[in-house]
């Protein structure tokens, strides 16, 4: 499975919406429940996902989906 699809089952797990589709530039407002106390659980849950763990830096400037994807594939191509 891609980037975009185990990012999907990550998303769809956490905020509990089996058809949610990912877009590059969708972020926190256009995904109901995503508040502060989500997007920990859902940091945690890509963590597990692919096996990574992120610094802060990693996602502290991520501004939507697309960013996030691009940031998992360079930490993949280095692991």
Sequence with gaps: M???GKLTNSFR???EI??????DEMTAKD???WDS????NLIMDVEEEFGLRFTVDD??????VGEMIQM???KLSLA
Excluded at 18 to 23: H, I, T
Excluded at 37 to 40: Q, T, V
């Design 37 to 40: 106390l989500a997007h920990i």
């Design 72 to 74: 998992l594939e360079r």
């Design 13 to 15: 797990r956490v905020f």
């Design 59 to 64: 996602i502290a400037d991520l501004k939507n």
């Design 31 to 33: 995904v109901p429940g």
């Design 18 to 23: 089996d058809g949610l589709v990912l877009a």
């Design 2 to 4: 891609d980037v975009r």
